[in-house]
Antibody, heavy 124, light 110 residues
Framework: QVQLVQSGAEMKKPGASVKVSCKAS????????FHWVRQAPGQGLEWLGR????????DYGKIFQGRVTMTRDSSISTAYMELTRLTSDDTAVYYC?????????????????WGQGTTVIVSS | QSVLTQPPSASGTPGQRVTISCSGS????????VHWYQQIPGTAPKLLIY???QRPSGVPDRFSGSKSGTSASLAISGLQSEDEADYFC???????????FGGGTKLTVL
């Protein structure tokens, strides 16, 4: 059973960058993507993008393109999400989650394992 | 603004059956699988339904999902107090090349 453990809370000033990590433990043999999803206070879920744990291929949400970078270090089963040029609107809980596809469906099995979330507060 | 449309709230009494709808388009729900997540405030979302109507192991069979055309729904039968939570639908969107979520439905057990 895969578990995802994220890095701790961050407080950043407007204009700064934040980098959140997500370490997978347990059975990490299977192929999957690390997805990143955020949730602003009292709001819904918003997808930032995904990275293939094996190849490093990425897909980013259109509104985050140019501002988000996802990387991974396969040797330690860890994914990273960096978001730049932060504003107060980026204040949210950031989650990583595991997702895998099947056949023509990029997300057949849904996001079945989630990290505990990392709170990022952007404030001057 | 969410690409998938859900009612903001739903309610029911213990033992009742409740349905939550999720409306999309041919780019997402119609051409891909739908997933449902349950979120207790202050915790991470939990996968309830994947591939439109499949339950992960450990999810009670009181929860069921269905899909028809550009719409999907989540049904909860035998409603229990612990079902009080936020529910989100999600799907891959081929035009956006990414995952989209519904705005969420807050379920209240009266």
């Amino acid at each position: 059973q895969v578990q995802l453990v994220q890095s701790g809370a961050e407080m950043k000033k407007p204009g700064a960058s934040v980098k959140v990590s997500c370490k997978a433990s347990g059975n990490t043999v299977t192929d999957y993507y690390f997805h990143w999803v955020r949730q602003a206070p009292g709001q819904g879920l918003e997808w930032l993008g995904r990275i293939d744990r094996r190849t490093g291929r990425t897909d980013y949400g259109k509104i985050f393109q140019g501002r988000v970078t996802m990387t991974r270090d396969s040797s330690i089963s860890t994914a990273y999400m960096e978001l730049t040029r932060l504003t107060s609107d980026d204040t949210a809980v950031y989650y990583c989650a595991r997702g895998s596809g099947k056949g023509a469906y990029p997300l057949f099995y849904g996001l079945d394992v989630w990290g505990q979330g990392t709170t990022v507060i952007v404030s001057s | 603004q969410s690409v998938l449309t859900q009612p903001p709230s739903a309610s029911g009494t213990p033992g009742q059956r409740v349905t939550i709808s999720c409306s999309g388009s041919r780019y997402n729900i119609e051409s891909n699988t739908v997933h449902w997540y349950q979120q207790i405030p202050g915790t991470a979302p939990k996968l309830l339904i994947y591939s439109s109507n499949q339950r992960p192991s450990g999810v009670p069979d009181r929860f069921s999902g269905s899909k028809s055309g550009t719409s999907a729904s989540l049904a909860i039968s035998g409603l229990q107090s612990e079902d009080e939570a936020d529910y989100f639908c999600a799907a891959w969107d081929d035009s956006l090349n990414g995952v989209i979520f519904g705005g969420g439905t807050k379920l209240t057990v009266l």
